[in-house]
Structures are given as C-alpha cells and as structure tokens.
C-alpha cells in the first residue's frame, strides 16, 4: 500500500531534549517535505527536499533540522526544543514537486513542556 | 496581504445542500490542490488540477486560470462530508505549495 509513515504518532517531552520525528515513503517520491499546524495559521512549510541529499528551508525553518540520506526517508530533528514548537507536524511527499498529487503522512502530535 | 484566499472561513449547512468552497490567488501558478483534512487529523489529497474542471463522485473541482480563481462544490452533502478543506497552489517555477487557511464545513443531519 502506498503511504507515508510518521513515527511517532504522539510525544510529549520536556524543553531541551533533543527528539527526532521520523517519515518515510514507500513510493519512490523524490519531493518530501515537513509542515506544521497550529490553530488559526494553517499549514506552514519548514522544511523541504527535492532529492537525496538536497534540501531547503521552507517558511518556518528556526529550531529545526532535516537530512535526506535515503530517498524514502526524511527525518526531522528538534536540537533543542522549545514550547513554541508544541503543534501537529506532518510530512509529505510527492513524485516531484508541488505539481504532483501530495501525499500527507498521519500526523505527529508533539508537546514540548 | 496572503497569496491564497479561501471563503468562507466556516460554514454550517444541512444535509442535502449544494455546496461551494472558493480559493483565490493572487500570482501565476502551474497548478492548484484541493485537500481534505478531517476531525481526526489526516490530510487527504482530492484534486490537483490546471485548467477546467474535475469530478470524483458528488466532488467537483473548477478553475479559472484567468480570473485566478477555482471552486469546489460538494453536491448531496452528508454528515461525513464535514471537514476542513484546504486549497493550495503550486507557483510557477517554485518548489514549495502555498496554502491557504482553510474552509471548516459542518454538515448537519
């Protein structure tokens, strides 16, 4: 079945602590990227990749980090983080681009006290 | 000023009802994305479309390049219709979707 896979689904953690947010597709995608929403503000991009080892920030990139290793896999990494970055992330992909149907993992829900 | 309007913001409307959701740009764009979010979170893609017009089941999606404008009606509504339903638009020559706020549709019984 092709899907994007986000793990973990739920994560409650305290400031500071470092934490990754996995993602993975299982369709070939050379586009993946990272969003997160908050209530009011809808979906704003961080980050992006167009290819392995190729990536970009999106419109909110401050706290985060991504690597593009494999192309299935896009991880997103939190160094350090903050309250501000309590919200529900999720990834995305699509063949190539934005002119391509996207597919949306389910959704990471994180609490950063 | 956003790029991407959508209106309404919310709207409330009876089972049954012809629905219609607007999304209007303000830029060239290569390409425009209907999306569904539902109550528990997940985002699914419904259209992706350029030019016209495109149907799938009791969805239909419409676009007018020139007025930079695009609708998506929703006929027969029922209950499980309700979501919010985002618009998108890919610009040409950029990588990155600019999203609009979203449309909150309730379908009561």
């Known amino acids: 079945e092709a899907q994007v896979t986000q793990n973990p689904r739920y994560l409650i953690t305290v400031t500071g602590k470092k934490l990754t947010v996995t993602c993975s597709q299982n369709m070939n995608h050379e586009y993946m990227s990272w969003y997160r929403q908050d209530p009011g503000l809808g979906l704003r991009q961080i980050y992006y990749?167009?290819?392995?080892?190729?990536?970009d920030k999106g419109d909110v990139p401050e706290g985060y980090k991504v690597s593009r290793k494999e192309k299935r896999n896009f991880p997103l990494i939190l160094e350090s983080p903050s309250p501000n970055q309590t919200s529900l992330y999720f990834c995305?992909?699509?063949?190539?681009?934005?002119?391509?149907?996207?597919?949306f993992g389910p959704g990471t829900r994180l609490t950063v006290l | 000023k956003n790029e991407v309007e959508q209106s309404p913001q919310n709207l409330t409307a009876q089972e049954g009802e012809f629905i219609t959701i607007n999304c209007s740009y303000s830029v060239g764009i290569s390409a425009l994305h209907w999306l569904q979010q539902h109550p528990g979170g997940g985002i699914v893609s419904l259209f992706m479309?350029?030019?016209?017009?495109k149907k799938h089941g009791r969805l239909i999606a419409t676009i007018n390049i020139q007025e930079k404008h695009s609708s998506l009606h929703i006929t027969a509504s029922h209950p499980r219709d309700s979501a919010v339903y985002i618009c998108?638009?890919?610009?040409?020559?950029?990588?990155?979707?600019?999203w609009g706020a979203g449309t909150k549709l309730i379908i009561k019984p």
């Open positions: 995305a992909s699509s063949y190539a681009s934005g002119s391509n149907e996207q597919f």
């Open positions: 479309l350029s030019s016209g017009k």
């Open positions: 998108a638009v890919d610009l040409d020559s950029n990588y990155q979707l600019i």
């Open positions: 990749s167009m290819n392995v080892e190729v990536t």
